[in-house]
């Protein structure tokens, strides 16, 4: 490669998780460190990184289809950027990508990001860099201090997997179990607030895992890092995400009967409904085990919503296994969820299994899921309607006047009013559509 100039302007793309939205943010407050500046709205940035997502199919192929268009079109405005990629396809393909894709500058892993800038120094000179290490929670250390932040934060706590389930790609892109420091979570969430955050969403593969030492030297779960964050001021809710079953202790359903900041919903992911199924997928619960402990959930917290996500066709799944997923759905009554086809991801022990689906039966599959999960967040919006509660406004609605926020149920609401983003109001529920409610503005709530 070239020698060239250091960037002015950069530009993250983010296409995975909140986590990776979040390693998102980290970089772009990296680069500011050395005076790179976000691209404005509308213009070509000199540096682009490419925040990858391994999750499921066609990641790579998005990745080099992202490069060829970067690439075409800064050709044709005299100036190629300088492209990064980064995220978990760079983690699982980094060399690979290197070799196929000469306009990469950088690839950098997921763990390896706090490195970025030594990386971009020797790109300027010409150089072309790989780091996917995975040094234990070393890049935390090195990330420099928050000092933006939207309303709604986010805060990754925990990093890494050791379930792996049979399907997912998450444990190899991101590696073993690890929870940041207590000090260093108090303390970001403190420089978060102190930047305009009043939400503050905790982080993790497997958030509910986390575990530390207080600052008076007690192991300490999740639920006790939430029962100190809620006492810092100027920090309205606390919200996590994602939880395993097999480790949502007692503190932690408690802490949902006890904590008002701590807002009344839960995103406990179950994947299918056949015990069977889940077997083949190390899930390590049963669809029994998994509703009991949404009904301990409900007895702390009755009004609490619950959130999930399912994939389907996993290899070998027959009809009536999928229908034993469609029996769970109803039982449970979900807010929200995420659904999706199951993808092979080379690598993984479900990749090779026997009995994979044929992508016309996941489809229909997914549709009648799909049919059953909206139907039932339609009307978990409708039962909402009337009720008086808090939103915390996050940006402009579409039209003059407007805002969109979320409710405690993390509802999108829009409603009009003289509010500012950041505000956290009141507001009456009125009608209710299957994604959004619409609100009315009662009074600001003090801070
Ligand atoms: N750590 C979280 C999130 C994992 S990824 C958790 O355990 O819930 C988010 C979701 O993507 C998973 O819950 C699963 O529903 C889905 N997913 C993961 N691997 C997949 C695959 N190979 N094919 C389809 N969906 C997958
Ligand atoms: Fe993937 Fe399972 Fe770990 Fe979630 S718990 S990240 S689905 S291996
Ligand atoms: Fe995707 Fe990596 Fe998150 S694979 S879902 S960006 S952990």
Request: charged share 25%; proline share 6%; glycine share 8%.
């Given at each position: 490669?070239?020698?060239?100039?250091?960037?002015?302007?950069?530009?993250?793309?983010?296409?995975?998780?909140?986590?990776?939205?979040?390693?998102?943010?980290?970089?772009?407050?990296?680069?500011a460190?050395?005076?790179?500046?976000?691209?404005?709205?509308?213009?070509?940035?000199?540096?682009?990184?490419?925040?990858?997502?391994?999750?499921?199919?066609k990641?790579?192929?998005?990745?080099?289809?992202?490069?060829?268009?970067?690439?075409?079109?800064?050709?044709?405005?005299?100036?190629?950027?300088?492209?990064a990629?980064?995220?978990?396809?760079?983690?699982?393909?980094?060399?690979?990508?290197?070799?196929?894709?000469?306009?990469?500058?950088?690839?950098?892993?997921?763990q390896?990001?706090?490195?970025?800038?030594?990386?971009?120094d020797r790109?300027?000179?010409?150089?072309?860099?790989?780091?996917?290490?995975?040094?234990?929670?070393?890049?935390?250390?090195?990330?420099?201090?928050?000092?933006?932040?939207?309303?709604?934060?986010?805060?990754?706590?925990?990093?890494?997997?050791?379930?792996?389930?049979?399907?997912?790609?998450?444990?190899?892109?991101?590696?073993?179990?690890?929870?940041?420091?207590?000090?260093?979570?108090?303390?970001?969430?403190?420089?978060?607030?102190?930047?305009?955050?009043?939400?503050?969403?905790?982080?993790?593969?497997?958030?509910?895992?986390?575990?530390?030492?207080?600052?008076?030297?007690?192991?300490?779960?999740?639920?006790?890092?939430?029962?100190?964050?809620?006492?810092?001021?100027?920090?309205?809710?606390?919200?996590?995400?994602?939880?395993?079953?097999?480790?949502?202790?007692?503190?932690?359903?408690?802490?949902?009967?006890?904590?008002?900041?701590?807002?009344?919903?839960?995103?406990?992911?179950?994947?299918?409904?056949?015990?069977?199924?889940?077997?083949?997928?190390?899930?390590?619960?049963?669809?029994?085990?998994?509703?009991?402990?949404?009904?301990?959930?409900?007895?702390?917290?009755?009004?609490?919503?619950?959130?999930?996500?399912?994939?389907?066709?996993?290899?070998?799944e027959?009809?009536a296994?999928?229908?034993?997923?469609?029996?769970?759905?109803?039982?449970v009554?979900?807010?929200?969820?995420?659904?999706?086809?199951?993808?092979?991801?080379?690598?993984?022990?479900?990749?090779?299994?026997?009995?994979?689906?044929?992508?016309?039966?996941?489809?229909?599959?997914?549709?009648?899921?799909?049919?059953?999960?909206?139907?039932?967040?339609?009307?978990?919006?409708?039962?909402?309607?009337?009720?008086?509660?808090?939103?915390?406004?996050?940006?402009?609605?579409?039209?003059?006047?407007?805002?969109?926020?979320?409710?405690?149920?993390?509802?999108?609401?829009?409603f009009?009013?003289?509010?500012?983003?950041?505000?956290?109001?009141?507001?009456?529920?009125?009608?209710?559509?299957?994604?959004?409610?619409?609100?009315?503005?009662?009074?600001?709530?003090?801070?």
């Amino acid at each position: 490669m070239k020698p060239t100039t250091t960037p002015r302007t950069y530009r993250v793309k983010s296409f995975g998780c909140q986590m990776n939205v979040y390693d998102g943010e980290r970089m772009g407050e990296l680069l500011a460190t050395r005076g790179i500046v976000p691209a404005p709205e509308g213009e070509e940035a000199d540096l682009v990184v490419l925040n990858t997502c391994h999750i499921r199919e066609k990641a790579a192929e998005k990745v080099y289809s992202d490069i060829g268009r970067l690439t075409k079109a800064g050709r044709a405005a005299g100036k190629e950027p300088m492209i990064a990629v980064a995220g978990c396809v760079a983690q699982a393909e980094g060399e690979e990508i290197m070799a196929r894709a000469p306009a990469v500058s950088m690839v950098v892993g997921p763990q390896a990001y706090h490195r970025l800038p030594e990386m971009l120094d020797r790109a300027v000179q010409g150089e072309r860099a790989t780091d996917t290490d995975m040094p234990a929670n070393a890049k935390f250390a090195a990330l420099p201090q928050r000092r933006s932040s939207v309303p709604a934060a986010f805060l990754t706590v925990q990093e890494g997997c050791d379930k792996f389930c049979t399907y997912c790609v998450v444990p190899y892109t991101r590696g073993a179990e690890i929870s940041r420091p207590y000090a260093a979570l108090v303390d970001e969430a403190k420089k978060l607030v102190d930047a305009g955050a009043r939400e503050i969403t905790l982080l993790g593969q497997n958030v509910s895992a986390w575990s530390g030492e207080d600052a008076k030297g007690r192991a300490v779960g999740l639920a006790g890092l939430i029962r100190d964050l809620a006492e810092v001021d100027g920090l309205s809710r606390i919200r996590y995400t994602t939880s395993h079953p097999a480790d949502m202790d007692e503190a932690l359903i408690a802490a949902h009967g006890e904590i008002e900041k701590l807002t009344p919903f839960l995103h406990l992911p179950v994947q299918a409904g056949s015990d069977r199924v889940l077997k083949a997928m190390n899930r390590s619960h049963t669809a029994d085990s998994y509703l009991k402990l949404l009904d301990r959930f409900r007895t702390a917290r009755p009004d609490i919503a619950l959130s999930g996500d399912f994939i389907v066709g996993f290899p070998g799944e027959t009809d009536a296994e999928f229908e034993e997923t469609l029996k769970l759905v109803d039982a449970v009554g979900y807010a929200q969820a995420f659904s999706f086809k199951y993808s092979p991801r080379p690598g993984t022990p479900a990749a090779t299994m026997d009995g994979q689906i044929a992508p016309e039966v996941m489809d229909e599959r997914l549709q009648r899921l799909q049919a059953a999960l909206n139907r039932d967040q339609h009307a978990f919006n409708k039962a909402s309607e009337g009720r008086t509660c808090t939103v915390l406004v996050e940006r402009k609605g579409k039209h003059p006047g407007q805002w969109l926020g979320k409710s405690p149920w993390l509802q999108s609401v829009w409603f009009e009013g003289d509010v500012a983003i950041g505000d956290l109001v009141e507001v009456r529920l009125g009608e209710a559509g299957p994604n959004s409610l619409a609100g009315k503005l009662l009074e600001p709530v003090p801070a």
